[in-house]
Structures are given as C-alpha cells and as structure tokens.
C-alpha cells in the first residue's frame, strides 16, 4: 500500500538565479532558492560536490540556509570561495532537491 503525504512539498522559490556579482567592500548575502514544508535543511556545495563549511570572518551559511561572504580586502581574494560556483540543496520527509548552479563572483 502506497500513501501520499499531501502536506508535504519540496519547491524552488526562485529558480531564476544564475549568478550573483559583489563587491569585495561590501560582501553578499545569497539566500538558498528552495523550501518546504515541513521546514527543510538548506545546504550548500561547491560544483564539486564538496558541502562547504564556514571559514570565520570570510563565509558563512546561516540557520536559515543564507550564504554570507564577507567583505574582504582584495589582498584577501581566494577563488575557491570569492569565485566559484555553487549550489544548495533542500531536504525533508519529501525528499531533496537541488538548486541550479549559482556562479558567485
């Protein structure tokens, strides 16, 4: 016997976002584009498929799934984290989803 929860859902909030451009004075925010109900667990991944991880003062992902790069001095410039490309994913008792890629430069 197979039953649905029909009050369960995975969904993309904003599927449109490819690519998100900063500045080093000012940093970013870039908020992960899926939810859920129930809540999901939002995480974030390099293109490579490694789960990132915070770097103190330099990136950080929120509780509530947001990715935060900091501000930085351009001496302080690290492509693997100011230049990248990355993704997130969002997982309940639904299921998990994965966004498209996000360049962040």
């Given amino acids: 016997v197979f039953s649905e929860d029909l009050h369960a859902s995975l969904y993309f ?11 080093s004075t000012t940093g970013t925010l870039v908020p992960c584009p899926a ?6 667990t939002l995480r ?24 935060q790069i900091f501000p930085f001095p351009p001496s302080s410039f690290n492509n693997l984290i100011h230049d ?16 498209q890629d996000v360049h962040i430069k």
Avoid: M
């Fill in 84 to 99: 990248n490309t990355y993704y997130c994913t969002a997982e309940n008792p639904s299921g998990k989803i994965r966004s």
């Fill in 35 to 40: 939810a859920g109900i129930p809540p999901v």
């Fill in 13 to 23: 909030v904003n599927a449109s976002l490819q690519e998100v451009v900063f500045a």
């Fill in 44 to 67: 974030w991944y390099l293109a490579t498929g490694e789960e990132i991880y915070d770097v103190p003062g330099i990136r950080h992902v929120h509780p509530n799934g947001t990715l």
